[in-house]
């Protein structure tokens, strides 16, 4: 009885830890805008000119249900690129989590983009009722 008592606690942990490993499912996001932006960055001055560099990043506005969220993504390399099917209106699997959204490649893979903003979508346009008919 009290090796099961013991044992109790033990069990009722791993059970818990269990519960903060599980990830959030992906769901499908449509894409909005994607664009290749560049943040400038002041290296040094010399005789009061800054000397800077350009460091490229990715920015995507990503719809997901109700809400567009814009993430940004900075590359390893200057020449790397994102995925050709990924352009505006197109449906991609992405998880969402607090200040970040990974969206899976077509390969299976996932890129993470750290989430910058989100708003809510805008409405879509209703159609005017019409007219009942006249006699």
Do not use: C
């Not at 932006?37 to 560099?53: E, G, S």
């Amino acid at each position: 009885m009290k090796r099961a008592l013991g044992l109790l606690p033990a069990v009722f942990l791993l059970l818990i830890s269990g519960l903060y490993g599980a990830e959030s499912p992906y769901v499908t996001g449509r894409i909005v805008d994607i664009q290749q932006k560049a943040h400038t960055k002041v290296l040094y001055y010399l005789v009061n000119t800054p000397i800077t560099r350009d460091d490229p990043y990715f920015e995507i506005q990503l719809q997901v249900k109700d809400k567009i969220y814009t993430g940004e993504y900075a590359p390893r390399h200057a020449a790397d690129l994102l995925p050709e099917a990924w352009k505006p209106d197109a449906e991609v699997k992405v998880r969402l989590e607090k200040h970040t959204m990974f969206l899976k490649r077509p390969d299976g893979e996932a890129l993470e983009f750290g989430i910058t903003r989100h708003i809510a979508a805008p409405a879509a346009p209703q159609a005017p009722p019409s007219a009942p008919p006249q006699k």
